[in-house]
C-alpha cells in the first residue's frame, strides 16, 4: 500500500514534470537543441541573479533568452556598480591632483614673487630694462 502509493507519486511527478516540460518547450518555441540549451541555461544564470538586478532589466527581463546576451548585460551593470562604488576612491585621488594642482600655483606664485622682484621695485613700480631705474619700462624709455 505505502509502497504503491509512493510509486504512483513519484510516476505522478515525473509525469508532470515531462508534462510540464513539453508545454515549457512549445511555449518558449525552442526547435532546435541550442535554442533549447541556450533558454535553459539563461535560466539556470537567472535564477542566480538577485532582484536588485532583476528590477534593473525588469523591462527585457523576460526577453532576455540568449545566455551570451545576458552575461553581457549583467557583466556590464556590474562593472557600473563597481564603478559606482569606487566613486570615494576616485574622489580621494581628484582630491591628490587638487594639491599637487596647488603645489603647482604656489610654485608659480613663488615664480611670480621672484620675477617680481626682479622686475619691479617695493613700491609695484616696473623696472626698465635699458636704464634699470624704477617708474617705467623700457618701452617707455627715453
Ligand atoms: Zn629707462
Redo the contacts with the bound molecule.
Keep these: 500500500m505505502h509502497n504503491k502509493n509512493l510509486g504512483s507519486t513519484w510516476k505522478n511527478f515525473a509525469y508532470e514534470l515531462r508534462s510540464f516540460f513539453n508545454e515549457w518547450v512549445n511555449g518558449v518555441k525552442a526547435d532546435s537543441f541550442e535554442k533549447l540549451s541556450d533558454l535553459i541555461i539563461t535560466d539556470q544564470i537567472k535564477r542566480k541573479v538577485s532582484q536588485e538586478i532583476k528590477d534593473h532589466f525588469i523591462d527585457k527581463w523576460s526577453k532576455m533568452n540568449s545566455p551570451d546576451d545576458l552575461v553581457e548585460k549583467l557583466d556590464d551593470y556590474n562593472t557600473l556598480r563597481s564603478t559606482l562604488r569606487s566613486k570615494r576612491p576616485r574622489k580621494e585621488w581628484h582630491y591628490d591632483k587638487q594639491d599637487s594642482l596647488k603645489d603647482d600655483s604656489a610654485f608659480t606664485t613663488n615664480g611670480n614673487k621672484k620675477l617680481y622682484g626682479i622686475t619691479h621695485n617695493e613700491r609695484g613700480q616696473p623696472k626698465?630694462f635699458?636704464?634699470s631705474?624704477f617708474g617705467?619700462i623700457?618701452k617707455d624709455?627715453l
Design positions: 626698465c635699458n636704464c631705474k617705467h623700457s624709455c
